[in-house]
Structures are given as structure tokens and as C-alpha cells.
């Protein structure tokens, strides 16, 4: 992350790619100089956090619920701004599909977009024995070694058919393709359904529906190109607004800033382009 003043938090990124298809990862370790927590800035992915060190990671939903150590969570976070927190804690994160949700955490990406879930729910001791093997691991590349791992080896022992229909996953390509950019009855047409039925299929197996979805996207690439320093105006007209206006309320909504103060604002979000 990022901040006008002093950093909060140290970030690693892997040194080698992840050796687990559209998975991404990075390390946090919290220097303890700040006990603020820091928003969780939504994402078009689901994100995993596995925490260890001497201090518990804390999230904090939108309705004031808190999870302490290891969470999951699904697109976009769930309704509402979410906040990370706690201190001298470390921690990998880890970005996923939607297509993996069920194989790798057993449960749908619906199940996921309400509120942050524990992953020790989800895993069971598994999360507990990860968390220790992180602990006890020499460096960082050793630490995202033994997440991959992890995720591979449930991959593995997933049973088949846990993940979306080849139409749905379709549908969510073209969704990702077009920044968001994608008219849903087009797509209905296109896969020879129903409004109603693509959008009961997507929201299940992706977790959000399908314009919901196309909203997150589009407000991903938006603000990425914000943070890069370009015009307002330009980013509007290039990703698909209106107007400015209109890239103005879906930023609030998203962040709670507008579009101006939301590149400058240290959120919890590392990617190759933007907060690094």
C-alpha cells in the first residue's frame, strides 16, 4: 500500500509466478506504528486473507462485525465498505476467480458475498496448520510457496463439476473482456436465455449479479487509470460513463470518495498498476 504519510504496512510481492491459474498474491506486515484500520478498496475477485505473526488481523464489515485472524471474502467485498486492521500482524493475500470458489473453499461465491467468512470455517484445521507453517517459514517466497501449495492441492482433490458452467463462465469472460463494458440482455441473447435465468445462474455461480458485476469491473478499470494521474473526463468517456457525473456516484458508491481524493487515499489494494 501506499499513504501520504508515513507507511503503515511493509509489502512483499512473489519474486516468480504463482503456479496456480489466475491466482495472485502479496505480503503484508504491519510495522505497529498505526492502529488505524485501512478500507479494503472493492475488487472484481475473491480475496483471501491468511494472517499469522504475533498479532491477529482484524476485518470489520459494514455492519460493524468483526472477524479476527484468517478471512475470505467474496466480489466486491459484500454490501458496504470493509475495513482491515490489527496489529504486528503478517499476512499473504490472496486473489482468486469466482471459478475456483467451490473448489477451493467448498462453498459457492454467493456464499461468499454477504459478509467475510472465516477461513477457518472454511478449512477447518487446515487454515489453523497453514497459518503455523507460515509462521514458521524463513521468507517470503518460502511463505507463497506454501499458500500455492495449498491451493493446488485442493484443486486436486476437488470433486468435478465444482466449477461454473461453461456459460456462465462464458458470460463472466465476456463481462472481464469488455472492462465491464457489456450489455446483460445481449448476453442473455447471445446464450439463447432468459434475462431472469442468466441473471439467477450468474449471481449463484459468480456471486453478484450479472449487472452488479459489470459495474465492479468497469469501476476497476476506472479507478486504476485515476490513480495513474489521467483525466477524469477522458476516463468517463473511455470506460463507458455517461458523463462525469455518472463516474462520480459509482466511485462514492464504491469508495466513499470521489473521484478525485479516491487515487490519493491508502487502501488496501496491491496490484501491478496501482497502490503498489
Known sequence: ??????AVWDV??????????????VGFRDRGVSATPQRAIAHPSLTLAVDFGAGRLIVTDASGRQLRGSVAAGLGF????????????????????PALARPLLGVRPADLTGAPVSLDDLWGRS????????????????????????????????????????????????????????????LAAELGWSRKRLWSRFQEQIGLPPKRAARLVRFDHAVHRLVA????????????????????????????????????????????????
Open 229 to 276: 494521474g489521467q483525466d477524469i473526463a477522458r476516463v468517463a468517456a473511455d470506460c463507458g460513463y455517461a458523463d462525469q457525473s455518472h463516474l462520480h456516484r459509482e466511485v462514492v458508491e464504491f469508495t466513499g470518495e470521489t473521484p478525485t481524493a479516491a487515487p490519493r487515499k491508502p487502501w488496501l489494494a496491491v496490484d501491478a498498476t496501482a497502490w503498489t
Open 1 to 6: 500500500m501506499r499513504s501520504s504519510a508515513t
Open 12 to 25: 512483499v510481492r512473489p519474486q516468480r509466478p504463482i503456479p496456480v491459474p489466475g491466482v495472485g498474491m
Open 78 to 97: 459484500g454490501p458496504g465498505p470493509l475495513w482491515v486492521g490489527g496489529e504486528h500482524f503478517e499476512a499473504v493475500q490472496v486473489r482468486l476467480p
Open 127 to 186: 487454515a489453523a496448520r497453514l497459518r503455523e507453517q507460515l509462521a514458521g517459514a524463513a521468507s517470503w517466497a518460502e511463505r507463497f510457496s506454501l499458500v500455492a501449495e495449498q491451493l493446488a492441492s485442493r484443486l486436486r482433490a476437488a470433486a468435478p463439476g465444482t466449477q461454473p458452467a461453461g456459460e456462465i463462465a462464458w458470460a463472466w469472460g465476456r463481462v472481464q473482456a469488455g472492462g465491464g463494458r457489456v450489455r446483460i440482455d445481449e
